[in-house]
């Protein structure tokens, strides 16, 4: 399976805990995007990257939230001190260049407790 | 902020029936995409069609886009149960490469 891949695809924690999701995109696309989709609604943008440079970074993204790609291939998104809140399904995806289409992982659900 | 809204929010129809749904979005685009969302999972990409196209197919699905009207329409002939998910347009937003989506079209095909 060469597509999008996302790792764990569900997480449970407390309300105050650390966690970090993984993301490994189709291997030769250079851009690799977080969003985040709560119940009901549609994806709403997070942050992306071309290769390990993170080009734009939404306001949805507090200081709580980072994100790497270290060598321009995996990504990983980290929530530190979750709260309530951020219970979402973390989305990413790939593409290969501008303007043409995304393709999405499976998703990471986070339900914080 | 939303780009895309979709309309209807929720369409039920018969298996065989065709499906239609309907996006417009604000600003100037240079392309519009449309994704499937089966449930608690993630999207799919169906189809792009840029701003200088006005119809595109794909199998059983027919994309049109009219730019003077900021809209756009997903059309699914001949739906099977299968087709039951939600499906979403979205656009870049100005200069950037970030999708804007709708809350999507929730979409039953009935057996």
């Known amino acids: 399976d060469t597509g999008v891949s996302q790792d764990p695809r569900h997480k449970i924690t407390k309300r105050g805990q650390n966690v970090t999701f993984r993301c490994d995109p189709i291997?030769?696309?250079?851009?690799l995007y977080w969003y985040r989709q709560t119940l009901g609604q549609g994806p709403e943008f997070l942050t992306y990257?071309?290769?390990?440079?993170?080009?734009?970074k939404s306001r949805l993204l507090s200081d709580r939230f980072s994100a790497e790609r270290p060598k321009g291939s995996f990504s990983t998104l980290e929530i530190q001190r979750t709260e309530q809140g951020d219970s979402a399904m973390y989305l990413c995806?790939?593409?290969?260049?501008?303007?043409?289409?995304?393709?999405f992982g499976p998703g990471t659900r986070l339900t914080v407790t | 902020s939303q780009q895309g809204e979709e309309d209807p929010q929720a369409l039920s129809i018969q298996e065989g029936e065709n499906a239609t749904m309907n996006c417009s979005y604000k600003?100037?685009?240079?392309?519009l995409q449309w994704y499937r969302q089966n449930s608690g999972r993630g999207l799919v990409h169906l189809i792009l069609?840029?701003?200088?196209?006005r119809e595109k197919h794909s199998g059983r699905l027919r994309v049109t886009l009219d730019t003077s009207k900021k809209s756009s329409s997903l059309l699914i002939t001949a739906s099977r149960a299968a087709d039951t998910a939600s499906y979403f347009c979205?656009?870049?937003?100005?200069?950037?490469?970030?999708?804007?989506f709708g809350k999507g079209t929730k979409l039953t095909v009935n057996p």
């Open positions: 990257f071309q290769n390990e440079a993170q080009l734009e």
């Open positions: 069609i840029r701003s200088n196209e």
């Open positions: 995806a790939s593409s290969l260049m501008r303007g043409v289409e995304q393709y």
């Open positions: 979205a656009t870049p937003s100005g200069g950037s490469e970030k999708l804007v």
């Open positions: 600003t100037s685009i240079n392309n």
């Open positions: 291997s030769e696309h250079n851009r």
